[in-house]
Structures are given as structure tokens and as C-alpha cells.
């Protein structure tokens, strides 16, 4: 322990002793300990109410550990290099993390130094409290034992809340999928959701945070996009909701023009991955209202590259559902917006007019394969001068194995079967092993390399056992609608074949089993 950590723990036992002393409650004892700590040792409130317990950080990650296992949840990552993080201001606990924690000290989040209810939706110091007292010798001023605190209505201001209910939506959503139950994304979720997204437009068109708190909405926007290859898109759905909530309410005041420019790059990428999500969950309605508002967030920061990075995740919107004309045409806008600026959106544009162009004129023609096949060689080209950061990005950035599905991909559709199936086994080397929604579209990519090539046995085979192999909440609609164009095609080819009736039924099991998605 460091001098002033010492410095720090000593003041802190002495500020404990006399709380105690003078009949103060933990909560009471961890405020004063932020106000007097704080100005001369940076101590945070949630630092705060661990030095109030007279606890190490050992003994917090034990009681989460425990209240895991009393739970029936795996044992938890959390450990006492990322629980110094939280307390020393570099990181956020995410929804999960900040429950348990909430539940060792018995407050609310906003008692931690952290807006917002909970995810568990009730209090943690007493039945159906939603938001915690820090003034726990004053009953008079607390909800009593089944209140719930209700923040004040305007009338003819629907917005006045500032979305908690659409949060509170979300947050409900988000602990039953971590309870391991089986959650739809109904009306009302779809709702809220769109709500959250709405007040975001409103925001950026009538538009004091610190620089901190910004980088932290910045480590979580990162940390999203390394989530989204191997999440389930629900749940992360509503880990990046909460996130872009978090970041209009800052925006609703005018910020300095450097913070205000870092709000809107924020809400421009979490709208993108947000719209991204909502294409694997098969609302292509929902996903360009959020590609729209990431647009209109994305102009204000003036940047080309992610004004261009929008566009052309917003071209596989129209490239999925039906309209590879319009694919053609975002695809083309996007590489115009990113010119000569090596991004990543540079060689994602020509992967997916190459894709466009081959859905525009089936396979086989020779100008069409030759006019795509020069499109992924701008592609690869634009690729060698993308930084080493953008290569690491699956969502923000282009990868190289994303790379390689998509040219495989394309190749696929432009009828190159053997070429292509030698581009997607590549493709799947550079995959981990948590990694699943690529992965299974690549082995269904390589399913219809088999049938182009004859094998209708051997691109069952694949095709089942992919979709076999498929977790609770990793069957979303795009990756079923593959799926489904697999089992036409074999339909189309072979018509009697013994083995299409169990391939028809895994698809029918599995999409009774996954969530109800609605497919606006």
C-alpha cells in the first residue's frame, strides 16, 4: 500500500470509528467519507461504502461470489483488479456487476456514485424501494416499506421522465435473460426501445459532462462492439439502450464544443450498433430508425469516416431484406463519404456493392463476376491501409476475417463455389471459439458451396448441424432466414431428397424454441 493510500485508509477508519460511535448507519458514514477523502485523495462513493464496512476488496469479491452461487449464476469474472478499476473511476460495473454490488452495501446505484435504478427494478435497502436514502436516520423522509418512488409528471410532457420507464422496460428485459429465462421482444419492449431512440433525435436537433464520464461512455461504446460477435443480440440490445439513454440525457444541455463533438461520435456509434442489432433480430424497420438517427448524430461531429461507417452498415439493411439496388447505391454513397481517408468503412463499401451486384444479377455472367471480383480487390486494397486499432474493431472497425466472410459470401452468390469455399474455410480459422453469429453464417455460406457443387448430402449435413449447434438466444432471424434459404434451395435442387424432411424439422424446433421475434 502506497503513502497515500495509507494516508487515505487512516482517515477513513477514523471518520468509520466516530460514525460509529455516534449511532451513524454505513450509508451516512460512506458520504462523509467521500466528502472529506475526496478533495484530498480522489476517493469515489463506491470506494466510499467499502471503506464505510471496514471491508477489503477481497471480501466485496466474495460476497459477490457468494450471492452468485446463491443465485444458480457460473461463478462471476469480477475480481480485485477490476473492482480498483470501478472504485478508482476507470471503469463502469455494467448492469450485472452494479446489481450485486447494490445488493453487498444494501443502497441504490445512485448512492455508488451511478444514475439510474437498477436492473432488479426494486430497492436494496428495503422492499420495493427504487431509489435509495442516503439519510437512514431519518425515516420521515423515506418512501415507507412498499413505496415506490415515482419522479414528479408534467402535464402534456410525455418526455419529462427522461425515459426512465422505457429504461426500466429494458432493465427488466435484461435481468430475465440473465436469469436464463426466455424473453420476446414484444410490443412493449419495441416500444420502449423506439422511445429511447426517438428522444435521441430530439435531442440532437434542440441539443455539463465531465471528461471522465466521457471516457467511460467511450471504454463501454469499445466494449459493445467486441460484444457483438458473440453476445446474444436481445441482451446486448439492452446493454447498449441503456448506454445511448445515459448519453442523450447529457446531451440535452449544450455541452463545450469538444465534449459536445465526443456525445455525438457516442451516440452516432451506439445508434449504428444499435441498428446493427436490430437487422440480426429481423426488424429492418427499427434498424434504419436507428441508422437515421446515427446519421443525423454523425453529421453534427463533421467526421467523414464514421458519417461513411453509418452508411455502410446502413447499406445491409436493404442488402438482407430485398432491395440490393438500394445496397448498391448506400454502398457506393458510403465510399464516396470516405474518399481517400483510410477507414473502415473504405473497405466495407466495395464488399458489399460486390455482394449487391451479384444479388442484382444472379451468377454465372461474366462482366457481373468480373465487375464484383474488382470491387473486393478495392476492397482488400483499402483494407492494407486500415490502422491496426480499426483491423481489431468487428463492429467500429472491419476485421480480417470479416474480411474474408464477405468476399466468400459474395463469391457464393456470384456462383464461384469452389473459390469460395476455400475463402470461407479461411474465414472460419481466424474465428475464436466464443464467436457465433458469423461463424454460423459462414458454415451456411459453405452448405451452399456443397450444393452448388453437387454434394447435396455433405451441405445438409453442414447446415443441420449448424443450426443443432446454436445456443438459447443465438438463433436470431437473419441467421434462420440463411438457414431457410438453404432448405429452398436444396428443395429447388433435390425435391425428394431423404435427408430435406429432418433439416425441415430442425429449422421448425429451433424456431419455436428461440424468442419471438416479430419480423415488421
Avoid at 261 to 272: I, V
Avoid at 353 to 367: I, N, P, V
Amino acid at each position: 500500500m502506497s503513502g497515500r493510500q495509507h494516508r487515505e485508509t487512516e482517515l477513513a477508519r477514523r471518520i468509520r470509528a466516530r460514525g460509529l460511535a455516534a449511532g451513524r448507519g454505513s450509508a451516512q458514514i460512506a458520504e462523509e467519507i467521500h466528502e472529506k477523502c475526496g478533495p484530498q485523495f480522489g476517493t469515489t462513493r463506491i470506494k466510499g461504502h467499502r471503506l464505510a464496512h471496514g471491508i477489503a476488496l477481497a471480501d466485496v469479491i466474495e460476497q459477490v461470489r457468494a450471492l452468485f452461487e446463491r443465485d444458480g449464476k457460473p461463478a462471476p469474472g469480477i475480481g480485485e483488479t477490476l473492482l480498483s478499476a470501478y472504485e478508482s473511476g476507470l471503469k463502469r460495473p455494467g448492469p450485472e456487476y452494479l446489481h450485486y454490488l447494490c445488493t453487498v452495501y444494501r443502497v441504490e446505484p445512485v448512492a455508488l456514485g451511478y444514475e439510474g435504478p437498477c436492473i432488479c427494478g426494486h430497492g436494496h435497502k428495503m422492499p420495493g424501494v427504487v431509489r435509495g436514502d442516503l439519510q437512514d436516520e431519518k425515516p420521515e423522509a423515506s418512501p415507507g416499506p412498499r413505496e415506490r418512488w415515482i419522479p414528479p409528471q408534467v402535464d402534456g410532457d410525455p418526455s419529462v421522465d427522461g425515459g426512465e420507464e422505457d429504461e426500466n422496460v429494458l432493465r427488466r428485459t435484461l435481468l430475465g435473460l440473465l436469469a436464463g429465462g426466455s424473453v420476446a421482444l414484444d410490443g412493449q419492449v419495441l416500444g420502449s426501445v423506439d422511445n429511447i431512440r426517438r428522444r435521441m433525435d430530439g435531442t440532437l436537433v434542440s441539443a455539463t459532462v465531465s471528461p471522465a464520464m466521457l471516457d467511460q461512455w467511450e471504454e463501454a461504446a469499445v466494449g459493445f462492439g467486441r460484444q457483438y460477435m458473440n453476445t446474444p443480440p436481445l441482451r446486448l440490445l439492452c446493454d447498449v439502450l441503456l448506454e445511448f439513454s445515459a448519453v442523450r440525457k447529457a446531451m440535452e444541455r449544450r455541452q463545450p464544443v469538444d465534449l459536445q463533438e465526443r456525445l455525438c461520435r457516442m451516440a452516432a456509434q451506439l445508434s449504428g450498433l444499435s441498428g446493427m442489432i436490430m437487422i440480426n433480430l429481423g426488424d429492418h424497420r427499427m434498424a434504419r430508425s436507428f441508422f437515421r438517427t446515427g446519421r443525423m448524430a454523425a453529421d453534427e461531429t463533421g467526421d467523414r469516416a464514421l458519417r461513411a461507417w453509418v452508411t455502410a452498415r446502413e447499406a445491409l439493411v436493404p442488402l438482407y431484406y430485398g432491395d440490393p439496388r438500394e445496397a448498391l447505391n448506400l454502398a457506393k454513397k458510403s465510399g464516396d463519404l470516405a474518399g481517400q481517408t483510410p477507414c473502415a468503412a473504405q473497405a466495407m463499401a466495395p464488399v458489399v456493392e460486390a455482394r449487391a451486384l451479384a444479388m442484382l444479377s444472379g451468377s454465372g455472367k461474366k462482366d457481373v463476376v468480373d465487375q464484383a471480383k474488382r470491387a473486393l480487390s478495392r476492397a482488400r486494397s483499402a483494407f492494407s491501409q486500415m490502422t491496426a486499432d480499426q483491423k481489431e474493431d468487428a463492429a467500429f472497425g472491419y476485421t480480417e476475417r470479416q474480411l474474408y466472410f464477405h468476399q466468400g459470401d459474395a463469391l457464393v452468390r456470384l456462383g464461384q463455389a469452389m473459390e469460395a469455399d476455400l475463402i470461407l474455410e479461411q474465414a472460419l480459422t481466424k474465428y475464436g471459439p466464443s464467436d457465433w453469429l458469423d461463424p454460423t453464417l459462414i458454415r451456411l455460406d459453405r452448405a451452399r458451396c456443397k450444393l452448388m457443387e453437387g454434394d447435396v448430402e455433405e451441405a445438409l449435413t453442414i447446415a443441420q448441424a449448424t443450426i443443432e449447434g446454436l445456443g438459447d438466444g443465438c438463433r436470431p432471424d437473419i441467421l434462420m432466414q440463411r438457414a431457410q434459404e438453404v432448405a429452398r434451395a436444396v428443395e429447388a435442387k433435390a425435391p425428394g431428397h431423404p435427408r430435406l424432411k429432418s433439416y425441415l424439422e430442425t429449422l421448425r424446433t429451433a424456431s419455436v424454441t428461440e424468442l419471438e421475434v416479430p419480423t415488421a
